[in-house]
């Protein structure tokens, strides 16, 4: 089993800057891949972010190219997402996820661990 918690969520002004945290722990992996998601009201979960655990490539949906980062740490297990010229219309509850393959993907269902996902709300 491995266990996903995601932390680093809120809420900001349009236009600031957020950076989630996800902390990886069980049975954790040096292959794979980890990605993070985001689900808003009535809306469908989209991947916006997946990166490779080793070689770090990178994946990014289109309607963040540029604003998003996403990176992680080996030693400490854990996952980022740094956020920046956040809009209204990233609101939502982003949820980091593990994927067995090791290319970037962005389908919901490559992915067999999540976290119980962090609330991050942009709005003046």
């Known amino acids: 089993q491995v266990q996903l918690v995601e932390s680093g969520g809120g809420l900001v002004q349009p236009g600031g800057s957020l950076t989630l945290s996800c902390g990886a722990s069980g049975r954790t992996f040096s292959t794979g891949t980890m990605g993070w998601f985001r689900q808003a009201p009535g809306k469908e979960r989209e991947c916006v972010a997946a990166?490779?655990?080793?070689?770090?490539?990178?994946n990014y949906a289109d309607s963040v190219k540029g604003r998003f980062t996403i990176s992680k740490n080996h030693a400490e297990n854990t996952l980022y997402l740094q956020m920046t010229s956040l809009k209204p219309e990233d609101t939502a509850v982003y949820y980091c996820?593990?994927?067995?393959?090791?290319?970037?993907?962005?389908?919901?269902?490559?992915?067999?661990?999540w976290g119980q996902g962090t609330q991050v709300t942009v709005s003046s």
């Open positions: 996820a593990r994927s067995r393959t090791v290319v970037p993907g962005t389908t919901l269902g490559e992915y067999d661990y």
């Open positions: 990166i490779t655990w080793n070689g770090g490539r990178m």
